[in-house]
């Protein structure tokens, strides 16, 4: 068959583009790509928000391409327009099959399937569409043995199948199809530098109540093998002609063993990389720095989100800011630079709470901070307990970008957080010991891009007239569709 795999366009540019020039692959798509190759399918990406396309322009893309299928990959933020592209490819050929996969739909599967989808992927979608696929392929009527898929039956309802079991031997999945990826225009600070990311573990086991990954790739830690991480690398960097890595997965250091393992087999290959990863401040010590610095790691990304162990405790994060403190001293004495992440305004916080997170980023001596607001997405705690407290002001899922707030607090209103979150900005990057730093180091103009950009009117929520023009009308799902329970066990 003949399918079109497409990384779906916003109808507004997301925060991650617009504070810090970041454009990265869409992986899932890719090792998705990959598996259905390996059938024998034809598989095409269209990576629509790395190549800044338009609805309009997505939509055309695909239909000319001719595709018996079209899969599309959605976050919250982009899936209004991920809707909008399968309404009118089906529109311009009711003949092609659409499935919509993501996170976001995985939890709202019944307004995905009365905006476009004629199937809904549910969690990992790698064995999910292999099996859909050979389904269409063979036979009619409904794939009711496909596990981890919801469609509506001929019956009018919303059927869910059984759930699909996490992939839990990873390495048996093939490197991800990166020839199909645009690789030249992924980007980091807008700078055309050549990345290679790589996806070395999934899911995670810790549930903060923000963040979808434990509820969408499972609490189990699945982690690949180490020689199969670095045939990857070894391989992408001789196609590619890069040694920049990134390792894109949310927690790179929770085995040891395994870190210990992943910095010998580089150093006895021999291999020329530097490299960013994220880690918990929990997971990492001296050593471990030391060994991640010999083999070319050049910073670290670490979710820090508040300045009190009583926030921390509320968020889910299990650590603690002795640990926060701990490690952004260890990293630097290290050498590595630190990039934190902070989160503003959960709805317990007051204002003095979310100005204390900015200060406790300025003190703790992180090079990068990343200031989000809380943003309550589907699948989350976070977003059942702002639903069933009534803190949801804007059901518009356009704006939940992270860096548009969406939802009150108990003591604070949305509209604070405009004025807070460019605040933190500014206090951040603007102080003139932080300049002097930058300028010595040869990157001011660096920090300035992402200051400027997160101070510019897009923090107010003002949107340009071009992205006025693309719109898409969510339809809710109406009373006549019901969900079916799910399908027994043979």
């Known amino acids: 068959m003949n399918i079109v795999l497409v990384s779906s366009p916003g109808l507004r540019r997301l925060e991650i583009y617009q504070s810090i020039g970041v454009r990265a692959p869409p992986l899932g798509l890719a090792y998705i790509a990959s598996v259905l190759e390996d059938e024998g399918h034809k598989v095409s990406i269209i990576d629509a928000p790395t190549l800044e396309l338009s609805v309009k322009e997505t939509a055309r893309e695909i239909l000319s391409r001719h595709p018996d299928v079209v899969g599309i990959s959605a976050v919250t933020p982009t899936v209004k327009g991920g809707y909008a592209v399968a309404n009118i490819v089906k529109e311009n050929d009711p003949s092609v099959r659409i ?167 580089i150093k006895d290959r021999g291999l020329d990389i530097t490299f960013t990863c994220g880690s918990r401040v929990s997971s990492i010590n001296p050593e471990m720095l030391r060994k991640l610095e010999s083999v070319g790691c050049s910073t670290i990304y670490y979710g820090v989100e508040s300045y009190k162990d009583e926030d921390i405790e509320k968020i889910g994060k299990r650590i603690t800011i002795k640990q926060v403190v701990n490690a952004i001293k260890w990293t630097r004495e290290t050498g590595i630079e630190s990039a934190g992440s902070f989160i503003l305004g959960f709805p317990w916080q007051t204002i003095d709470d979310i100005k204390n997170t900015v200060k406790f980023a300025k003190k703790l001596g992180v090079d990068y901070a990343q200031f989000t607001v809380a943003t309550p997405y589907p699948g989350t705690p976070l977003y059942y307990q702002a639903r069933k407290d009534d803190l949801i002001e804007i059901m518009d899922w356009d704006y939940y970008t992270t860096i548009y707030p969406v939802m009150r607090g108990y003591h604070f209103r949305r509209e604070a957080l405009f004025k807070l979150l460019s605040w933190a900005y500014r206090s951040f990057y603007l102080r003139p010991t932080f300049i002097l730093h930058q300028i010595r180091k040869g990157r001011f103009k660096t920090m300035w891009d992402i200051a400027s950009r997160a101070i510019k009117g897009y923090v107010k929520g003002k949107i340009s007239q071009a992205e006025e023009e693309e719109t898409y009308e969510l339809k809710r799902p109406v009373k006549k569709i019901r969900v079916a329970p799910r399908e027994r066990e043979v």
């Not at 490197?175 to 807008?190: G, I, N, Q, S, V």
Request: hydrophobic fraction near 35%.
């Open 99 to 265: 499935i919509i996969g993501g996170p976001h739909v995985s939890f709202m599967y019944e307004e995905a399937l009365v905006n476009g989808a004629d199937y809904v992927v549910i969690g990992e979608g790698e064995i999910t569409a292999k099996e859909l696929l050979e389904f269409l392929e063979r036979e009619s009527g409904e794939p009711r043995n496909v596990k981890g898929l919801a469609y509506i039956d001929k019956e009018g309802q919303v059927r869910i199948t059984q759930p699909r079991p996490l992939v839990k031997d990873i390495d048996k999945l093939p490197p991800p199809a990166r020839h199909l990826l645009p690789m030249d225009k992924y980007t980091l600070f807008d700078k055309p530098i050549k990345i290679i990311h790589v996806m070395a573990s999934r899911g995670c086991p810790y549930g903060c109540i923000y963040c979808t990954t434990s509820y969408f790739w499972g609490r189990r830690y699945r982690v690949r093998s180490v020689e199969k991480v670095v045939d990857e690398i070894e391989e992408a960097m001789d196609k590619y002609k890069s040694n920049i890595i990134v390792f894109s997965d949310d927690e790179l250091t929770l085995i040891r063993k395994w870190v210990y393992e992943l910095v010998d087999e």
